[in-house]
């Protein structure tokens, strides 16, 4: 069973930096993509920013420009580095992670990000 931790939340102050991390237990090739999502109470778990295994990124037209998503393959971690923090940015960031062989979809806890305004 693959297992995702992630690491990195946090409080924050409006206009700060973040590094969220995912460790995952099993070599990253094997996962099509790797996202990042945040759900805040009472709205639908949003998707922020996703990578490829080929390295190509996609990103929430409200993170562009502040959020950049990276993975280390070697390490089996994805990284997402967050800046010029919001208050809206507040929310509990899940790591996912799809297998390419099965479709399987795995999630991490979620780690929490709060921006103080």
């Known amino acids: 069973q693959v297992q995702l931790v992630e690491s990195g939340g946090g409080l924050v102050q409006a206009g700060g930096s973040l590094r969220l991390s995912c460790a995952a237990s099993s070599s990253t090739l094997r996962f099509s993509a790797m996202d990042w999502y945040r759900e805040t109470p009472g709205k639908q778990r949003e998707l922020v920013a996703a990578i490829t295994s080929d390295g190509s990124t996609n990103y929430a037209d409200s993170v562009k420009g502040r959020f950049t998503i990276s993975r280390d393959n070697a390490m089996n971690t994805v990284y997402l580095q967050m800046s010029s923090l919001k208050p809206e940015d507040t929310a509990v960031y899940y790591c996912?992670?799809?297998?390419?062989?099965?479709?399987?979809?795995?999630w991490g806890q979620g780690t929490q990000v709060t921006v103080s305004s």
């Open positions: 996912h992670a799809r297998d390419r062989w099965t479709s399987a979809d795995y």
